[in-house]
């Protein structure tokens, strides 16, 4: 899913992606990026703690996410949770300017899903390209 919305970034001119396959990423990296994209499936109606942690940690540093494109995208078994508690911290907590819903895929997206991926990536270049 994650280079599906890649793809769909890099089909906008003018617009660079960085994608980080693990949450590896400090909250001061997020706060030098215009958009953040959010990928996470939910375990046990909730997301990894691993995501948990990060999103802690820039609430405790309190790095200013304001007016950041922010979007989400995950998938699921049975209920879908994570995409959308993630995106109603971006946009509640850090003040986010978020593209909702959050695109959600249930078990392993098809053909159609992975287009949603590719559409949700070129929206959200789109939105960072308007941006001031």
């Given at each position: 899913?994650?280079?599906?919305?890649?793809?769909?970034?890099?089909?906008?001119?003018?617009?660079?992606?960085?994608?980080?396959?693990?949450?590896?990423?400090t909250p001061e990296e997020l706060a030098s990026e215009e958009a953040i994209v959010v990928g996470m499936p939910t375990y046990h109606?909730?997301?990894?703690?691993?995501?948990?942690?990060?999103?802690?940690?820039?609430?405790v540093k309190e790095i200013d996410l304001r007016g950041k494109i922010g979007a989400s995208f995950g998938s699921y078994g049975w209920?879908?949770?994570?995409?959308?508690?993630?995106?109603?911290?971006?946009?509640?907590?850090?003040?986010?300017?978020?593209?909702?819903?959050?695109?959600?895929?249930?078990?392993?997206?098809?053909?159609?899903?992975?287009?949603?991926?590719?559409?949700?990536?070129?929206?959200?270049?789109?939105?960072?390209?308007?941006?001031?």
């Amino acid at each position: 899913m994650a280079k599906a919305v890649v793809e769909g970034v890099k089909s906008v001119q003018g617009v660079e992606v960085r994608l980080s396959t693990d949450i590896n990423v400090t909250p001061e990296e997020l706060a030098s990026e215009e958009a953040i994209v959010v990928g996470m499936p939910t375990y046990h109606h909730d997301m990894a703690r691993s995501m948990k942690s990060l999103l802690e940690e820039v609430a405790v540093k309190e790095i200013d996410l304001r007016g950041k494109i922010g979007a989400s995208f995950g998938s699921y078994g049975w209920s879908g949770e994570a995409p959308r508690l993630i995106l109603e911290i971006m946009e509640n907590r850090f003040g986010m300017k978020v593209l909702k819903p959050p695109l959600l895929a249930r078990y392993t997206p098809d053909e159609k899903g992975l287009r949603e991926c590719r559409r949700l990536g070129k929206s959200v270049a789109e939105h960072v390209q308007k941006s001031p």
